[in-house]
């Protein structure tokens, strides 16, 4: 069972990845939880996420490289779940369910404010930003609209007003249907 959650910046990808994963790694035991991010990335290289994505905007080989790396360790395991901006997209055709998250901006720029202790005002402007400077790249790169996911995923879900545990029981029913579990 390979599993792709995708959404934009607060949308509770990494979130609900790492929810879902607790919820069937008993009943699959080879259950592998992927989320890799640029965070994890510029940490290791000493500069910021501003800077890393202004250098990944001229060298469209950094995306390539990292997305290529995401096809290759999601292929590796029988059972995974990768959560990503372009996870519906760079394993499109060996996923077995994609998935993607939205909200309306308010309540993503809430989470990014909680989540990394600034205000409102300024989680709005970086949702925007990034959002915005995400799809441009990705537009550019590969030629993905990252505001028309629809047809690339199974399912949509709106996460504003359903809970985490609702979040991961719709999905879990997705993957019953399909008798992957």
């Known amino acids: 069972m390979r ?34 991010t640029f965070k994890e990335i510029v940490a290791k290289m000493g500069i910021t996420l501003e800077e890393y994505e202004k250098a990944a905007e001229k060298d ?11 096809k290759e360790e999601f292929l590796a395991h029988e059972h995974v779940i990768l959560a990503s901006w372009l996870a ?6 060996v996923a077995d369910i994609s998935i993607f998250l939205h909200a309306p901006l308010d309540i993503r720029a809430k989470r990014i404010a909680d989540r990394d202790a600034i ?20 537009k550019a ?14 399912v949509g879900l709106n996460t504003k007003d359903l809970s985490l545990e609702d979040e991961v029981e719709t999905i879990t029913a997705l993957i019953k249907s399909k008798r992957l579990i």
Not at 141 to 154: E, K, M, S
């Open 88 to 93: 519906v997209w760079t394993v499109e055709d």
């Open 60 to 70: 469209f080989s950094i995306d390539k490289a990292f997305d290529e790396k995401i």
């Open 119 to 138: 205000s409102p005002g300024i989680a709005t402007a970086y949702v925007l930003d990034r959002d915005y400077r995400n799809a441009a790249r990705y």
């Open 141 to 154: 790169i590969y030629n993905i609209d990252l505001f028309d996911p629809w047809n690339h995923v199974d």
């Open 3 to 36: 599993i792709a959650i995708s959404g934009w910046a607060g949308s509770g990808k990494t979130t609900v990845a790492k929810a879902l994963y607790e919820r069937l790694k008993e009943e699959l035991p080879t259950l592998y939880l992927f989320t890799p």
